[in-house]
């Protein structure tokens, strides 16, 4: 299997943690969407990362179809079977994306635009959802459980996406979310290879 994905993106991070925690093995090729490589295109004809490659002729994306083939591949080593547990981890997974939705939608904002047109309301719409989503995690910082999930992987990797592209602010008043991530740096070593970090 082969993974297609962007050593920034969180929801690449969230997939390769994912996939180092379950033990599986990976090979991993960085691509460059803008470019519309042909092995993505010819994988995903959304030309999204992070895609699976996974041979004869199939592929697999988004993030989280990828977590749940992992998770089966694994014998359940992302979800939790319990119900009431299984249930959290999604929930879990749903916020760390949509945290990470709303960040990728301002970079988008910033990068696509010519300067005079981008529209400081749309930014400060997704920074007002991504705070409230950053608030209620720091009022209720999620319980670790006797393994990972795939909930963590995605709270880790959208946190670490905020440090590397909006260090600073987005810390203040939120120590509860900072040992958090701290915790789970000492779970997963992994973390410092694995986090998005700049290409």
């Known amino acids: 299997m082969k993974l297609l994905y962007s050593s920034a993106s969180p929801y690449s991070s969230k997939v390769r943690m994912a996939a180092h925690h379950a033990g599986i093995a990976i ?13 993505l295109i010819d994988n995903n004809p959304l030309g999204k990362i ?15 179809a990828i977590n749940r083939h992992l998770d089966r591949l ?29 960040l990728l ?21 997704q920074w007002t959802k991504a705070g409230r989503a950053l608030d209620a995690l ?10 990972l999930t795939a909930g963590d992987f995605a709270l880790a990797a959208t946190l670490g996406y ?12 939120r120590a509860n979310l900072l040992n958090w991530i701290a915790e789970f740096e000492k779970r997963f070593p992994a973390w410092t290879e694995l986090k998005p970090l700049a290409s």
């Open 50 to 64: 992070p895609t699976l490659v996974i041979g004869n002729g199939q592929s697999v994306y988004d993030s989280v």
């Open 74 to 102: 694994s014998g359940g080593k992302l979800y939790p079977a319990d119900a009431e547990a299984g249930l959290r981890a999604d929930v879990l997974e749903a916020l760390g994306d949509g945290i990470a939705d709303c």
């Open 138 to 147: 720091n009022a209720n910082p999620p319980a670790f459980g006797e393994t």
């Open 27 to 39: 090979e991993s090729e960085k691509v460059v969407t803008s470019d519309d490589p042909a092995l």
């Open 162 to 173: 905020l440090a590397l592209r909006f260090p600073g602010p987005w810390e203040e008043g």
């Open 105 to 125: 939608a301002i970079q988008y904002e910033h990068r696509m635009r010519p300067p005079e047109k981008v529209y400081q309301g749309w930014i400060d719409k």
